[in-house]
Structures are given as C-alpha cells and as structure tokens.
C-alpha cells in the first residue's frame, strides 16, 4: 500500500506547481470546514432546530466512518506525502500542518484521510437527507473541495482521498433510508451497532499492540488513535442515550423563531464545550499523548464527550418548549 500511495505522488507535485496565493489562502481557510469538531456542531445544530432524525443521521455516518478510519490507518500505516517521498517536505502548504483553534494540524497516518470522512459524510449526508436545491447543492460542493483542498496543501495522497470518498460516501448511502424512513427500532440497532463497532475497534487496537513491534513516532500514533476511539466510545454512547430519552420522554420540538433558534445555538454550543473542556481539565487529562498516558487520557476523554453530549442533545432540549414559545410571547 505505501508503494501504491507513493505513486499517486506525482499529482501532488502537480497541484503545487500550479499553486497561487489566492487559492493557497482560499483552501486553507476551506480545509478547517472538515474539523472533526465543527461536524459535531454542524450535526448538533440540524439535531436542536431542522431535524432530530437527520441530526443524528449526520452524527452517526459521522462517527461511524471515523471508527471504521482509525482502524484502516492502524491496519496500513501508510506515513504522510512528505514522508513517503522527501521532495513533498518543501512543497506542503505550510498552515496545514500547524496546531490550529479547532485542534491539531496534520498528524497521524495518512490512509485514509480524516478530513474526508468526515466532510464527505457531513455534507454529502446534507445533500442527501435535505430536500432544498440550495442546501444540496453546498453540501455536494463542500463535499468535493475540501478533499482536494488536502490534496491541494499537500497532506494527503490521492489514495487517501479517494478510499475516504468512497467509506464516507458509502455509509451516507447506506443509513439514509435508515433514519429517512424506519421506525424507532431500526434507528436504535444502527445506534448500538456505532457502540460496538467503536469498542470493538478500541478493543482489537489494544489486543494488536503486542505483534505489531511500533516504536518511536508510530507508537505515538498508536496511542493518538486509541484516544481517538475512546473518545467515540463516550460520543457514540451519548448520542444512543439522547435518542432514547427523547423517544420515551421528551419529544422535543425543533422549531422555534429564528431569534430563539440562535439562542438554542449559542446557549448549546457553551454547555457541551464547557463541560468537555472543563471536566478534562478537572480530571488532568495530558499532553502530549504516550503509549503511558493513552489509557487515562482516553477514558477522561471518554466521560468528557459522554457528559458533553449528553447534556447538550438529553438535557438541553428540555429548555426547547420554553423557545418554541418566544416568538408567540413577542408578538403578543
């Protein structure tokens, strides 16, 4: 595999040769859209204010796709461009590789690409559970650039992208008719399925360790990708505890006066970032992540995602009658 990612090298020379200042700014703003974190948020707020069904649609292609990525990148441990071939050290766009706000630049094993997974998923997912041709047509562009903006900075070879596409693209495909058109049943077995799967992976990972002889920076990678999959053990679990509080108890109302619906954002947003960056921090979860420290630090990030999300898609919603309600009180 790392001879045939290496041949797709070519096209990133290429892409670099044609490379403006415009288009190096315009693709490295672009890539940020397909953060981990900014498709929880994007997830989140069609889950509060459009749709609970298509939220937890995105939501869990989402973290499906990144359980089923974390256990590809352990199995092929393909090194990024620049490590496959020297002369890409020179010619990756420099901001993409840094430590940004939303998180770390391009770390980890290359195949297959992250920000794909999960652009793909989020905004092919909304091209395909939205029905309006503007809303469509975004998510299918979005879900075109932001894959090739990686290839474009140079951080991902062809092959990451394309086997990425094609993961992400398949379970978009595959768990729409689930959350568009069964009941309640089917929806919660695709729910605990994203459970298991996350621990299953979690599990091999550890069983792995042993044969696989990993030393200095892959050992590091290891353990980033173990935090990783505790950290979808505690997200996976929160969203099947919010559907079925909302099933059973709450049948919560998503719509509201557009005022109202950005305060349900904002007020959303604070709560779930506030308790997972507070209880890691009251907890001491630690950097840089080790082989030594991958265990603690994933199940603080574990109980960090599983309070957060489960405050804000059970807990939060509670609030959303009183919302739903505001536009009445301002026109009376």
Not at 126 to 155: D, E, T
């Amino acid at each position: 595999m790392n001879e045939l990612a290496a041949g797709t090298i070519p096209f990133l020379h290429t892409l670099a040769d044609i490379r403006v200042p415009f288009l190096d700014s315009f693709f490295s703003v672009l890539t940020y859209l397909g953060d981990e974190k900014l498709f929880v948020v994007i997830a989140l707020i069609i889950f509060w204010c459009f749709s609970k069904r298509g939220g937890l649609y995105m939501i869990t292609v989402g973290f499906g796709a990144s359980s089923i990525g974390q256990a590809l990148k352990m199995v092929f441990r393909i090194p990024r461009p620049w490590v496959l071939d020297e002369t890409m050290e020179a010619r990756v766009v420099p901001s993409a590789r840094e430590s940004n706000l939303l998180g770390e630049g391009a770390d980890g094993w290359s195949f297959p690409s992250g920000h794909t997974l999960i652009s793909v998923g989020t905004y092919g997912g909304m091209a395909a559970w939205f029905k309006q041709k503007g809303i469509r047509i975004l998510g299918i562009v979005l879900a075109v650039l932001i894959p090739f903006s990686r290839m474009y900075l140079g951080v991902h070879t062809p092959l990451d992208i394309v086997l990425g596409t094609l993961l992400a693209l398949a379970l978009v495909l595959l768990l729409r008719p689930v959350f568009r058109t069964t009941g309640t049943k089917a929806v919660r077995a695709v729910l605990i399925g994203n459970i298991v799967l996350s621990i299953a992976v979690l599990v091999w990972m550890y069983g792995a360790l042993p044969g696989l002889g990993l030393q200095g920076g892959d050992l590091e990678l290891y353990a980033h990708g173990v935090k990783n999959l505790w950290q979808l053990v505690g997200a996976t679990i929160a969203v099947e505890i919010a559907f079925e509080v909302d099933e059973r108890r709450l049948h919560f109302d998503t719509r509201a006066v557009w005022w109202a619906q950005l305060l349900k954002i904002g007020g959303g947003c604070i709560i779930v970032l506030v308790l997972q960056v507070g209880i890691q921090k009251v907890l001491g979860y630690a950097k840089p992540i080790t082989a030594d420290n991958m265990t603690r630090n994933g199940i603080i990030a574990c109980i960090a995602n599983l309070a957060a999300l489960t405050c804000g898609m059970a807990v939060w919603p509670v609030t959303f009658k009183w919302f739903s309600r505001l536009g009445d009180k301002a026109k009376a």
